[in-house]
C-alpha cells in the first residue's frame, strides 16, 4: 500500500515504539496533523506552549530511557522548540524534534512562517534532517532515531517541508533491517590495554574515588557501577545528572559533589589520589578553579564520548566506549588482577570521609530539629517530602535553590527518578517534564518539586494535566524571590537585589490552580507541612498544587569558594568557610 | 601553531555549515577554508587552517569528528606534509607585481593595456611573503583557494 508523506512519518514513528508524541499545530505541519489523527499506534499529547512539547518529550525520555518525540509547526513553533532543544542537548537526552517547515518552493523567500530550523538548531543538536523527498522519510526517521539514541545520545531535529508530506503523493513504505552510517560509528567496546592500565592504577591507590555522571544513567550502567564497588569499597559521589545512579543510602555514597556538594564529596575528591571519573564531563560546576582541582590525582576516564576526555581536565588514562560494556571489563579485570588494594590505607581514607562528614555534612534530620520554628525552612520541605513519597517518587525539578535542596536532601536510590535540567539550567523544565513522566509511569507518585519563579515560565501546562488527567504532585518552594539569584546579590553584590524579589504581584497560586480544575493548597506554618503534604498525596488522582511559604533568607550550602577557588575551599554557612 | 585539518564529508546539504559553524561555536578561528567533492562526489574533502595549541587541535578534531556527517579528520601537520596555495590576482600593469608572480609558478591568463590577470601557486608561506612584498599598489583584486594538503609518503586520507 502506498502512503503520504503524513501517513509514512506515522508509520516510521510507530515502527520506533514511539507512545507519545507532544506537539501543538499550525499550517506546515497540519498534513501530519491529519495523519495523526487517523492513526492509533501513539496517543498525540497537545500541549500549551512548544517550550512545554519539549520538555515533556524531554522528562518521557529520562525517565524511560526511551526517546521522546515532540512535534511543532514552523516559523514561531520551532523557535519555540528551541530551549527545550538546547535542554536535551546539554543533558544528551535522546530527543526528536519533527518541526514543519513551509513548502520547499517557498524556502528561502521570507515566507509566511518561516525560519530555517536547520541553521537556528545547528548548534544545539546531535544532528539535524530537511526532508528533501517524501519517499525518504521512513529512512530519516530510522536514521534520527539511531543518531539520538546511540553513542553519546541527543537531540535530533528532522524539519519536513509542507509539500513533502502532501496527501495526494504516496509513496511505498520501506523500512531497512539495519541502519549503518560510514560517518557515525560510535564506540562501543573500550580498549584492552586501557582497561589494564585503569585496573593497575585504581587498585594501587589509597585514596581512590568514583566520581560518576550522568553517563552512567544514560547508559543504563547503575548495576554495574554497584557492582564495581561491591569490589573496591571507593567513596562514591554524583554529579547533580548522576544523583540516583548510585544508590544513596549506601554507605560509601558521599552526596553530591561541586558547587553545592556535599563537604566531604568535594573534600575527598580535592584529596583524592586516584579519582575514577564514570560518565561524567569536568564541568565548571564541578571542578571550581581547573588548574587548581585535585593536585594529587590521577585521572581515570570513562566516557562514551572522546571529545569529553581530557577537555577540562586532563585524563591520565582515558577510557572511550560505552559506560555499561567499560565497566563491565573493569570489573573482570579487576577480579582477575593480582594485585591487591591496600585495605588499610582505604580503610582509613574512608574513616576520614566519616570525619568530614560528621564535621559539616549535611543534617538529614533538620525536620526534626525545625519542628518548633516560625518559619518553614525549604530544606525541611523536602525532607518530609522525601518521608511522605517514601524515597519512591519521581522528582522533576526547575532551577535555584529549590533544586539544589531536592538534590541534597532527597535521596535517590534509583537511576531515572531525580529529572533536572542539569547542563542548561532551565527554568521552566518542571512542569512538563512531569508531564512526560506520569504519561510514562501512571501509576507512580510524580512530583514537581518547584520555586515560583520558575513554576510561572510554563504554567499553562497546568491545562494540559486536566486534559489528561496527569495528576501532579507540585510543590511550590515559595521564598517569594528568584532565590538563588538573590542569595548570589547577598553574597556578591552587597545585597543590592537587583529585579529578584517581587513578593507584592505574586499570583494567588491556589486560585490560579483552581481556575485550571485543580486542587491548591497553600502552606505557611511548620505545623501544617507534614499533613499537608499527607492530604495532598492521599488524592490519587487529582493535580494537587501545594504553595509551601518558606524563609526566604534560607541560602545554599555548602557552595564552592569562586573565583579563585579550589574544591576544597567552600562557603558552609553564611559567615563560615571551610 | 598553525595546523591544517584535513576533513572528509558527507556531500549533503548543510554539512559544510556544521563544520564551519563549529569552529565559532567553539571559539576557534578559521585562517583558510577549502571545500571540493572528491572521488564520486559522494563526499567533499575540506582543508582548513587553523591556529591552536596541541590540546586545542586535539579538542576541535575530536569535536569534529562528532559531527555526525564528517567522515574523517586528519592533523597533516602532526606529521610530514606538502601543502599548496593557490592565488589569482588583478593589477595594474606592473614588472614588479609579475616578477613576484613569476617566482611562484605564475601564469598569464589575461593582459591589457592596463591590467593582467596572473596566477600563481606555492607553499602558503610563500604565498604570504609574495602579498605582504606585493603590497598595495596596483593591485586591483586577489583571490586565494586557501591551503590544500596531503600528507606526504604512504599515508592517505580516503574512505
Ligand atoms: C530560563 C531561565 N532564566 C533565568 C535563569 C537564571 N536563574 C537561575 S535560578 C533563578 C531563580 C529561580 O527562582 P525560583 O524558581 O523561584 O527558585 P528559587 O531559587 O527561589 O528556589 C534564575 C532567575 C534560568 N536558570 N533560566
Ligand atoms: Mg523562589
Redesign the pocket.
Known amino acids: 500500500m502506498k502512503l503520504s508523506g503524513g501517513d509514512l512519518l506515522m508509520r516510521a514513528l510507530k515502527d520506533e515504539g514511539v507512545k507519545f508524541i507532544f506537539g501543538y499545530p499550525g499550517g506546515a505541519a497540519l498534513h501530519i496533523y491529519d495523519s495523526i489523527f487517523k492513526q492509533k499506534a501513539f496517543e498525540h499529547i497537545l500541549v500549551r506552549h512548544e517550550q512545554g512539547a519539549t520538555h515533556a518529550a524531554d522528562g518521557y525520555s529520562r525517565a524511560t530511557g526511551k526517546p521522546g518525540v515532540a512535534l511543532v509547526t514552523s516559523g514561531p513553533g520551532a523557535t519555540n522548540a528551541i530551549t527545550g532543544l538546547a535542554t536535551a542537548y546539554m543533558d544528551s537526552i535522546p530527543l526528536i524534534v519533527i518541526s514543519g517547515q513551509v513548502q520547499s518552493h517557498l524556502i528561502g523567500t521570507d515566507s509566511f512562517q518561516e525560519t530555517d530550523m536547520i541553521g537556528i538548531s545547528r548548534p544545539i543538536v546531535k544532528h539535524s534532517f530537511i526532508v528533501q523527498n517524501t519517499q525518504d522519510i521512513p529512512r530519516i526517521v530510522q536514521e534520527a532515531f539511531h543518531i539520538a539514541t546511540t553513542g553519546r545520545p541527543g537531540p535530533v531535529v528532522i524539519d519536513i517541508p509542507k509539500d513533502k508530506t502532501d496527501p495526494s503523493n504516496l509513496y511505498e513504505y520501506k523500512r531497512a533491517k539495519e541502519i549503518s552510517l560510514r560517518s557515525y560509528q560510535p564506540r562501543i567496546f573500550p580498549h584492552p590495554g586501557q582497561i589494564k592500565k585503569a585496573c593497575k592504577k585504581i587498585l594501587s591507590s589509597e585514596r581512590p574515588v568514583i566520581y560518576a555522571g550522568g553517563g552512567v544513567i544514560l547508559g543504563n550502567a547503575h548495576k554495574e557501577l554497584v557492582s564495581l564497588n561491591k569490589l573496591l569499597k571507593a567513596p562514591v559521589t554524583n554529579t547533580l545528572m548522576g544523583l540516583g545512579a548510585y544508590p544513596a543510602k549506601d554507605k560509601y555514597f558521599m552526596g553530591m559533589l561541586g558547587m553545592h556538594g556535599t563537604y566531604q564529596a568535594n573534600m575527598a575528591m580535592h584529596n583524592a589520589d586516584v579519582i575514577i571519573a564514570i560518565g561524567a564531563r569536568f564541568d565548571d560546576r564541578i571542578t571550581n578553579t581547573p588548574s587548581m582541582f585535585a593536585p594529587n590525582a590521577k585521572i581515570v576516564h570513562v566516557d562514551v564520548d572522546p571529545a569529553s576526555i581530557s577537555k577540562i581536565i586532563n585524563a591520565d588514562i582515558p577510557i572511550v566506549g560505552q559506560v555499561k560494556e567499560s565497566l563491565a571489563a573493569l570489573i573482570k579485570e579487576i577480579k582477575r588482577s593480582k594485585i591487591k588494594i591496600d585495605s588499610e590505607a582505604l580503610d582509613n581514607w574512608n574513616l576520614q570521609i566519616s570525619k568530614w562528614r560528621e564535621k559539616h555534612g549535611l543534617d538529614h534530620d533538620l525536620y526534626l530539629s525545625k519542628i518548633k520554628s516560625a518559619m518553614i525552612a525549604p530544606q525541611v520541605v523536602v525532607q518530609e517530602l522525601y518521608h511522605a513519597t517514601q524515597g519512591n517518587a519521581f522528582v522533576t525539578s526547575?532551577?535555584?535553590?529549590?533544586?539544589m535542596f531536592v538534590a541534597q536532601y532527597y535521596h535517590f536510590n534509583k537511576p531515572r527518578r531525580w529529572i533536572n535540567s542539569g547542563g542548561l539550567?532551565?527554568?521552566?523544565f518542571g512542569l512538563p517534564a512531569a508531564m512526560g513522566v506520569k504519561l510514562a509511569f501512571p501509576k507512580h507518585e510524580v512530583v514537581c518539586v518547584?520555586?515560583?519563579?520558575?513554576?510561572q515560565?510554563c504554567i499553562q501546562e497546568l491545562s494540559t494535566c486536566l486534559q489528561y488527567n496527569l495528576p501532579i504532585k507540585i510543590i511550590n518552594?515559595n521564598?517569594e524571590?528568584?532565590?538563588?539569584?538573590r542569595q548570589w546579590q547577598d553574597m556578591n553584590y552587597g545585597g543590592r537585589h537587583s529585579a529578584s524579589t517581587y513578593s507584592d504581584s505574586l499570583p494567588d497560586f491556589v486560585k490560579l490552580a483552581e481556575s485550571y480544575g485543580h486542587i491548591g493548597m497553600k502552606v505557611t506554618k511548620q505545623s501544617q507541612l507534614k499533613k499537608t503534604l499527607e492530604k495532598a498525596f492521599s488524592m490519587k488522582d487529582r493535580l494537587v498544587f501545594i504553595d509551601v511559604y518558606v524563609d526566604p533568607n534560607e541560602h545554599v550550602y555548602p557552595m564552592l569558594v569562586a573565583p579563585n577557588g579550589s574544591m576544597k575551599d567552600m562557603w558552609i554557612t553564611k559567615n563560615t568557610k571551610a | 601553531m598553525k595546523r591544517i585539518l584535513s576533513i572528509l564529508i558527507e556531500n549533503k546539504p548543510g554539512a559544510l555549515a556544521r563544520v564551519v559553524g563549529l569552529f565559532h561555536q567553539r571559539g576557534y578561528n578559521i585562517e583558510t577554508l577549502n571545500v571540493g567533492p572528491v572521488f564520486d562526489g559522494s563526499y567533499s574533502r575540506m582543508t582548513v587552517t587553523t591556529r591552536g595549541t596541541e590540546n586545542d587541535v586535539e579538542q576541535i578534531t575530536k569535536q569534529i569528528n562528532k559531527i555526525i556527517d564528517v567522515i574523517k579528520v586528519s592533523d597533516l601537520t602532526e606529521g610530514d606534509h606538502h601543502e599548496y596555495e593557490f592565488i589569482m590576482i588583478k593589477f595594474k600593469r606592473s614588472e614588479k607585481i609579475q616578477k613576484i608572480l613569476k617566482s611562484l609558478n605564475g601564469k598569464i591568463h589575461e593582459k591589457n593595456n592596463d591590467a593582467m590577470v596572473m596566477s600563481a601557486w606555492g607553499s602558503s608561506s610563500d604565498i604570504e611573503v609574495a602579498i605582504k612584498s606585493i603590497g598595495k599598489v596596483n593591485l586591483l583584486e586577489i583571490a586565494r583557494s586557501g591551503s590544500i594538503g596531503l600528507h606526504e609518503g604512504e599515508k592517505v586520507l580516503k574512505i
Not at chain 1, 539550567?425 to 521552566?428: H, P
Not at chain 1, 524571590?481 to 539569584?485: D, H, I, K, R, Y
Open positions: 526547575d532551577v535555584g535553590q529549590h533544586q539550567g532551565t527554568m521552566g518547584t520555586g515560583e519563579g520558575s513554576i515560565m518552594i521564598n524571590a528568584l532565590g538563588m539569584v
